[in-house]
């Protein structure tokens, strides 16, 4: 009688651990690498299967996340990680300077400005084993609005997150820039949401390109912010302090 209550004490102690242990498990995912032909850079992609992401270029500590449909920029510097959410980074900007975003990251795709491009589907095309079609874009250069820019652009389902997180690392790469290029901020990210409404860019004119989506897998904790994500008022402290310090 002994053995068989230890026995079922440790069958009992067994099945806890395991469903205990079952948000730490590896879940299943994609990986998706793009290669940057002038600067010999990757850019890797990490899609968890409940659609959160992961983007940062190889060999760099600092990286975006999507999470729960937000995009957040982690930053790493002196052994500190901090976190900002790009709407509130936009929302900042807009407390220390002349609004320009006015709540733009917080609208619908659908409602968001649109971009005076012209878009001419073309051929179908293949990128990392990913097949697509390439469309002809007009308006991208603002020298010359009637040279097309082309984008291979992929309809696959299980690419979405990734562009996603494409989009949103871009847009995170705009924003902070907005005290240089003014309103043509707020242009770029009009043109990058027409882009990305088409599907998930996989080569763009040859320069950048993707070179592998395949399955993996991920613990969750991968998806998770390392830390609290700065607030609005604190984002807008900092940015006052780093002005106060720049050289008048």
């Known amino acids: 009688m002994i053995a068989a209550a230890s026995f079922r004490r440790a069958l009992l102690m067994g099945v ?59 930053d790493k510097e002196g052994g500190t990680t901090t976190v900002a959410r790009l709407r509130d980074v936009a929302a900042a900007m807009d407390q220390v300077l002349p609004p320009l975003f006015n709540g733009l990251f917080e609208l619908a795709p659908d409602a968001m400005p649109k971009a005076p491009l012209s878009v001419e589907p073309g051929e179908a095309g293949n990128a990392g084993g990913r097949d697509g079609r390439i469309y002809h874009i007009k308006g991208l ?21 990734v562009g996603a ?35 998930t860019p996989i080569d763009v004119g040859g320069r950048f390109r993707l070179n592998v989506a395949s399955k993996a897998a991920f613990p969750s904790a991968y998806f998770r912010l390392p830390a609290q994500p700065q607030s609005v008022g604190s984002l807008v402290l900092s940015m006052k302090a780093a002005m106060a310090q720049k050289p008048q």
């Open 16 to 74: 806890f651990l395991a469903l205990s242990g079952a948000g730490t498990t590896a879940q299943a995912g994609l990986r998706a690498i793009y290669v940057d032909i002038a600067k010999a850079k990757q850019l890797q992609i990490d899609v968890h299967d409940n659609g959160d992401a992961r983007i940062g270029e190889v060999g760099s500590e600092d990286y975006g996340l999507l999470v729960g449909g937000q995009f957040y920029i982690v």
């Open 165 to 199: 997180a494409l989009e949103g690392f871009m847009n995170a790469a705009v924003v902070p820039s907005a005290p240089l290029i003014g309103a043509m901020a707020k242009d770029l990210i009009a043109e990058t949401r027409a882009i990305f409404s088409l599907g």
């Open 141 to 161: 250069d603002h020298v010359r609005p009637d040279r097309p820019s082309d984008f291979l652009i992929s309809a696959d389902e299980d690419l979405k997150p």
